[in-house]
């Protein structure tokens, strides 16, 4: 056996891939030449350093596979979601059998995930917007930089906010978490975060996979829903806006809904209210400073309050107690008219309807055409005909019965009629103070 | 230090892929994710850029799955398509050179395993030996393809000469060989490196 073959084997057993057999051939030659043994000696070393120099490259490859599944997961459920709107379509149409046989859904064809040549690195979160200061820790124990608006952040990135700055964050899976001022996430994977201190308050997109926010003492868990968690010395808050949320801590799982707001002491939640409305007034500082979007959100969210206590309203007051409440309750109502909480509540749109037509000032006109002529219950239209008629003393050449009495599709050069109207004449009806 | 043989195997998570359980390909991901970068890293000479294509195999391979005849082979299918795919972006590359200036020279020590938390820890000596890694890395990459191939695959992962064989469509002994050609041209070309190890000769 030459040296040369001798060198296999030395490369094997460092390997751990040497037979009993060739151990043995190997062990002897050594003993009688120094040249594979000063070979040996160099191999190892060169094998530790090797070692050595793959750790941060064997920490890539672990990022890189947890981007391309979480690249996976994504694609999953818009193919998942894009496959129940068609499926809907097509059940709508043509009745469930033949949906059935049209999409298979037992042939699990895997969909095509949006593969790009050479497509930027995946990453977990990106800064959408910031207020101020934001830094990031690209990994533990790296130094704190500046994170630029538009700039991503992997697994394992920290994110911290500077006092009085406020930040928005967009996770991979289309989430949208916002962070308080002086508060400090680690982001742990596209669907998961590590509260450090401070609050932040997410809108978390619909997934099979849950989205966990932990805390020192709990988790919090959720499929699709807006919450908001603070950090407290010993205590966490957590608010829950829509849907619901499951803490995990040291007791039994707890279920916190819509509309409550807990706190988490010890991994146990005590403390339940129902106050919500003002417990995340915080977002709308960083909603103010967001420009035209933020704007729309901000206003959604007033609107969305303003509908809740029209609903509120409608539920505890008789209609003559609406009408004593005068001008005030006007805003609510008409605002509960365009959400969608009234829908399909007929009795609830016709009562508030009735009290618009009887005493809306002169600001409610612009509601009244674009929300409430085309509204899709005929008494409403009827009612809020009526209503224009009083404030304007137009008809357009439709009477106010003829609103309810004829089908949507025919309304439509009307409704347009009044559109028209109302731009030509909007300077008269100055918005609400 | 090796890989205990996993009791679910390729193929097994391969059909439970097609006969619906999409789920079961981020195993596969996992499990492969580190050859599949080490190919890439070989084929095109830097890590930076190869961890976008190894992603991009990865989902092509999801993507083509239903195209794979021999489930059991999943592993040197995938080594093809992260072949593919990096040949595919050489050329784009060579096609649209400008454009792909910005991502600077190939094969810079600096940019390769450049990971974020490599600063400087302590003093001089962990100073000197991250010098030391660099020029190892440089050297790793300037071997020839073949055998910075199996050093690759080799370093990146836990795994023995028969998975990197079954792999790259060799014999055992051939990955055997190339690991200890390439060894010993290191071992030439950074012998100041390697010769103050314990068990030299005086």
Known sequence: MSCEDIWNLISARIDGQLTEEDRGRLEAHLVECAACRSIDGSFRAGDAALRRAFVPGRRAAAGVAERTVSRLRASRERSLARRRVLQLAAAAAAGFTLAVLVFRPWAGTPPAPEVTKAAPPAVAAELAFATGGVEIQPGDGAAWRPLGKGEGAGAGARIRTAPRALAEVRMADGSTVRLNESTEVRIERSRGLDLVRGRLWSEVARAETPFVVTVPDAAVTALGTKFDVELEPGKTWLTVLEGATKVTGSGEAEIVRAGERVTIEGGVVKARTQEVVFATRWVNRLLLQKGEEGKTELASRLEDLLAAIGDEKIMHLREAELEDLGESCVRPLLSYLASPRSRGRAEGQETAVRVIARIAPRWAVRDIIVHLLPHENGTVRHAAARALERLTGETRGLKPEDWERKPLAELEPAYHEWLAWWEENKARYPAER | ?202
């Not at chain 2, 390729?10 to 006969?19: F, K, N």
């Not at chain 2, 398509?81 to 910005?102: G, N, Y």
């Not at chain 2, 060799?170 to 100041?192: H, I």
Request: hydrophobic share 35%; glycine share 8%.
């Open chain 2, 1 to 202: 230090m090796l890989r205990s043989s996993p009791s679910t195997t390729d193929g097994d998570l391969v059909r439970e892929v097609l006969a619906g359980r999409r789920e079961a390909y981020e195993e596969l991901v996992r499990r492969w994710t580190p050859r599949v970068l080490a190919v890439c890293h070989a084929k095109v000479g830097r890590r930076g850029m190869s961890e976008d294509l190894a992603q991009e195999a990865l989902l092509r391979g999801y993507v083509g799955l239903r195209t794979l005849s021999e489930p059991e082979k999943f592993g040197s299918w995938l080594h093809g398509i992260a072949v593919r795919t990096c040949l595919d972006w050489l050329k784009a590359k060579e096609r649209t050179q400008v454009s792909f200036s910005d991502l600077g020279a190939p094969a810079s020590p600096e940019d390769v395993f450049a990971g974020p938390d490599s600063g400087p820890a302590s003093p001089s000596s962990a100073i000197e030996r991250e010098d030391d890694v660099k020029q190892l890395l440089e050297e790793v990459e300037a071997l020839p393809e073949e055998y910075r191939t199996v050093i690759l695959l080799y370093y990146y992962d836990d795994v023995t000469y028969r998975d990197i064989a079954g792999m790259l469509g060799v014999s055992p002994a051939t990955v055997n060989l190339r690991l200890t050609r390439a060894r010993a041209l290191l071992r030439r070309r950074l012998g100041a490196l390697h010769q103050s190890a314990p068990g030299d000769e005086p």
